[in-house]
């Protein structure tokens, strides 16, 4: 069974970083064809916040463009947000989100990030 697992989140102030991490504890980041990271605010949808590919192709949410980076180390399994200039719009549960080949998808439990003004 895959399984993800998120780390990292936590209260910052506005202005402030974090860096997310996603570490695959079953399974091995080769059979993914791509992953990702979403978010859940409070009263909101889960939305895409960024992703890469299998190739190294990247996507961000518009809202997080020139702030985040999202990064992979295929050595340690894991997957990486770094989040730079925090505000308090990024308060949010924070998933890691894995597909395969096959289209089988898989989620973290989230890490909640908060920043206050």
């Known amino acids: 069974q895959v399984q993800l697992g998120e780390s990292g989140g936590g209260l910052v102030q506005a202005g402030g970083s974090l860096r997310l991490a996603c570490v695959i504890v079953?399974?091995?980041?080769?059979?993914?064809?791509?992953m990702g990271w979403y978010r859940q605010a409070p009263g909101k949808q889960r939305e895409l916040v960024a992703s890469?590919?299998?190739?190294?192709?990247?996507n961000y949410a518009d809202s997080v463009k020139g702030r985040f980076a999202i990064s992979r180390d295929n050595s340690k399994n894991a997957l990486y947000l770094q989040m730079n200039s925090l505000n308090a719009e990024d308060t949010a549960v924070y998933y890691c989100?894995?597909?395969?080949?096959?289209?089988?998808?898989?989620w973290g439990p989230g890490t909640q990030v908060t920043v206050s003004a």
């Open positions: 989100s894995s597909a395969t080949f096959s289209s089988n998808t898989y």
């Open positions: 079953s399974g091995n980041i080769f059979r993914f064809n791509a």
């Open positions: 890469i590919s299998s190739g190294g192709r990247i």
